[in-house]
Every structure is written in structure tokens, then in C-alpha cells.
């Protein structure tokens, strides 16, 4: 009979197989974070390029909207800069918000990487 041999061994698998799941709940948690901070930057950068493209907008008014809704979203120590360019794409004016920021590993604590979202919208005529 191995019934005896088999006494106590559900709480050793608890612990063993509830230290997985967590760990795959913690994974899954962070990536869905990651996915929030690019995304909420996403957005920043593409209302702040509309709003530069404005025809009574200075391209620094666009600057200052990315950047103001990109810290109301996440936590301002990720994000590293907010910069513009003007550009022409088939023969139209176009304005682009690029916002680069540090991807974090543990919360938003330990950054590990960079990247970089850039919105882009038509510029306006006058």
C-alpha cells in the first residue's frame, strides 16, 4: 500500500505549484503594464502631433499637449523626452510628436529599456 507514502503531500504540492501561478500572474500583470505605458504614449504622441498641426498652433503647443498627457498617464520619471519635426509626405506638410520612454522591468521602479512612439498628422493650411 503506498497510501502511507503519500501522507502529507498536498501541502508540498500547494506550495510548489502556487509559486507558479504566481509567478505567471506577476508575468502577466507586467505585460499588460508594458502594454498600458505604450499605449497611453501612443496616444500622447498622436494628440499632440493633431494638436501642432492646428494652422494657429506653434509646433511647441503640440509639445506641450504630448507631454502633458502622456505624465497625467503614467508616471513622469519613464518618460525621457517630447520632441517635433516637421516633415513632407507626398507632397504634404506633415507634423510629428516623437516620444521616447524607458520600459520598466520591475513596476515602475527598474527600467531595463527605451523606446520610442512617434504620432503623426497632416499640417493645416492657413
Do not use: K, Q, Y
Not at 10 to 33: D, N, S
Not at 87 to 111: D, M
Request: aromatic fraction near 4%; glycine fraction near 8%; hydrophobic fraction near 55%.
Amino acid at each position: 500500500m503506498t497510501r502511507g507514502l503519500e501522507r502529507g503531500s498536498a501541502p508540498v504540492e500547494f506550495a510548489l505549484v502556487g509559486v507558479l501561478l504566481v509567478a505567471v500572474a506577476l508575468t502577466v500583470l507586467h505585460i499588460a503594464f508594458v502594454v498600458h505605458i505604450r499605449a497611453v504614449a501612443i496616444d500622447s504622441a498622436i494628440a499632440g502631433a493633431a494638436h501642432a498641426a492646428l494652422a494657429d498652433t506653434a509646433d511647441s503647443e503640440g509639445v506641450a499637449r504630448a507631454t502633458e498627457l502622456v505624465t497625467s498617464g503614467i508616471t513622469a520619471s519613464l518618460v525621457r523626452s517630447v520632441s517635433v519635426a516637421s516633415g513632407e509626405v507626398a507632397g504634404h506638410a506633415i507634423v510629428s510628436v516623437t516620444i521616447r520612454l524607458a520600459v520598466p522591468a520591475i513596476g515602475p521602479w527598474l527600467t531595463i529599456a527605451e523606446t520610442e512612439v512617434t504620432g503623426r498628422a497632416f499640417r493645416e493650411a492657413p
